[in-house]
């Protein structure tokens, strides 16, 4: 097993959210499978949960247009900053962001037309790699891998 999964981080630090805000090769392989997978169209309401430093958060934002609204929550709350110094560059009026945790979401039942999360960003620290996208008026995973 590569010994990265073995480290430990201090999710508190404001360099390791700059740290993983690159969008590497191997992320970048789970972004073009979501985007290979999702029908474009507009007036969506997306969240996208465990949103991070913002991918692939902005770039549905940018790709779905401004017809639609992207959301992004995160309780990571140094993430979540570097998210927002970002939406301040690239002006995204459909980007809303949140410090939240999932498992307690502040919004109504079906407010969401597709929920995306990516939890490889925190396989460092759970030891997991999963890659999800939901279309709850479907009832179930358009897609799911587990790794």
Request: net charge neutral.
């Amino acid at each position: 097993m590569p010994d990265f999964l073995h480290r430990t981080y201090d999710l508190h630090q404001p360099e390791l959210a700059s740290a993983f805000d690159q969008v590497s090769f191997w992320s970048a392989r789970f972004g073009a499978l979501l985007f290979k997978h999702l029908t474009l169209r507009p007036h969506l309401t997306i969240l996208d949960l465990a949103c991070g430093t913002g991918f692939p958060l902005f770039e549905l934002a940018q790709v779905y247009g401004t017809s639609c609204q992207v959301t992004g929550i995160d309780l990571w709350k140094e993430a979540v900053e570097r998210a927002r110094a970002k939406l301040k560059v690239y002006q995204l009026p459909n980007v809303k962001l949140l410090e939240a945790d999932a498992a307690h979401l502040p919004f109504q039942e079906h407010a969401f037309d597709l929920i995306d999360i990516q939890v490889w960003r925190y396989s460092l620290f759970v030891h997991s790699l999963s890659f999800c996208c939901f279309c709850p008026g479907h009832g179930k995973a358009a897609f799911q891998l587990k790794l």
